[in-house]
Structure formats: C-alpha cells, structure tokens
C-alpha cells in the first residue's frame, strides 16, 4: 500500500515569507495528490490538489509542484499571512483500496505578524 | 443545511455505554468515509462506503460498528470503547469510486471516553 511521508512537522516563518512543505510517497502508480488545510477547532478543507500529468499547478499565493521521478510533492505558499497559520496535510491514493487516501502526518505552520 | 454535517458535535461516554454518531451529506455523492483524528495518528482512515457497500475497514476494532442505511447517511455505532478511543472522529464524502478527488469533511465529533 501506499504510504506518505510529511516533512517538517512544525514550520514557523515571518509574514510575508514564504513557506514550503514537503511529501513523500511510495507507489508510483499514484496519480492524484491533495492538499488539506484544516484550522483549529475547524474542518479539514481542500486548498489545492494536482493530477500526475501536470508538473505544477498555481492558485494565487498556494503552489503545489510534482516530481514524479522522485516521487515527492511540495506545497508552495508565498506572501504568507497570519490567516495563513494553520495544519497543512498532503495526501496520495491507496492503489489497493478504492477512492482511499493515505495521509501524510501534517504540517502546523506559524506565520508570525 | 448544505455540505456536510455530523451530530453530536461532543460526546462523553463511559467504557459500558453504547452511543452512536451519525454523519450526512448533502451534495450528492455517492461515497463515504469515517477517520479518525488523534494527536498519534492525525487522519487515520477507518471505514468506506461506495454506493452504500463498505468497501474498506482499516482493521478497525469490532467495538467500532458503521452503518450506511443510503448514500446519505452513515453512523458509527460504538460499544465497550477505551480510554484511547478518545479523539475527533470526522466524517467526509466525495463523488465516488473512479478517478479520485475531493473529499468534504464534517466538522467532527470530539468524543471523550471515561
């Protein structure tokens, strides 16, 4: 099965920094590749996901790039903001199940005003 | 209310009692998901249901019953639990088997065992 490896566990930068985590995975058949960024006392929510055909996708100030050679993937956050602080999850699918991911073990970042 | 909801939100329970958590889905789809959510282990993956049919159990304890009446719903009955059964338990859902996408989480129920 699929498993997904998250570095750093804690990250904390200035405003304005940028931020960059990153993913490990294991199966090279994965080819979908979210992340999840969930508050305190929230929900988990999607902020940014990328398909094995693309090697980089931009949403404003989120990046996710992909390097399927070396079968990692990083989430790029520029211009960071308080609002930013949050724990940032990546997730790859289980070739072996149906729709499961398999998720990394997080990320807590700390923007600092 | 749209999106994904679950209830109770909070849940204190003795090791004997029996209670259950219930999650529904307001967007259509047609799979769902019950994780777990600890500081050990942040989103552990414990059951699926495709079209109603569990097609995953993470080797979950049998104290830990889910039942999935129609796409909609899904509960989780729980029984005889522990001390380390205590945590967030999320609900999420997604279109389905096929090609991967987004999964849309429940705000959760933090439940506490004594």
């Known amino acids: 099965g699929e498993n997904v490896e998250q570095h750093p566990s804690t990250l904390s930068v200035q405003e304005g920094d940028s931020a960059v985590i990153k993913c490990t995975y294991s199966?090279?058949?994965?080819?979908?590749f979210p992340w999840y960024k969930q508050e305190l006392g929230k929900r988990p929510q999607l902020i940014i996901d990328?398909?094995?055909?693309?090697g980089e996708k931009k949403d404003q100030r989120i990046a996710v790039t992909l390097n399927k050679t070396a079968k990692h993937f990083s989430l790029h956050i520029t211009e960071t903001q308080p609002e930013d602080s949050a724990v940032y999850f990546c997730?790859?699918?289980?070739?072996?199940?149906?729709?499961?991911?398999?998720f990394g073990a997080g990320t807590r970042l700390a923007v600092h005003p | 209310e749209t999106g994904v909801t679950q209830t109770p939100r909070h849940l204190v329970m003795g090791m004997t009692n029996k209670k259950s958590l219930k999650c529904e889905q307001h967007?259509?789809?047609?799979?769902m998901y019950w994780y777990k959510q600890s500081a050990k282990k942040p989103l552990e993956l414990m059951f699926v249901?495709?079209?109603?049919?569990?097609?995953e159990n993470n080797s979950v304890p049998s104290r830990f019953s889910p039942e999935c009446p129609n796409s909609s719903h899904l509960f989780l009955h729980l029984h005889t639990l522990q001390p380390e059964d205590s945590a967030l338990y999320l609900c999420?859902?997604?279109?389905?088997?096929?090609?991967?996408?987004?999964?849309?989480f429940g705000p959760g129920t933090r439940l506490t065992v004594t």
């Open positions: 967007l259509g789809h047609n799979a």
């Open positions: 199966d090279s058949a994965s080819n979908y």
């Open positions: 249901y495709n079209f109603k049919e569990q097609t």
């Open positions: 997730a790859a699918p289980d070739s072996g199940g149906y729709n499961k991911l398999i």
């Open positions: 999420a859902s997604s279109q389905g088997p096929g090609l991967a996408g987004e999964q849309y």
């Open positions: 990328i398909r094995s055909n693309v």
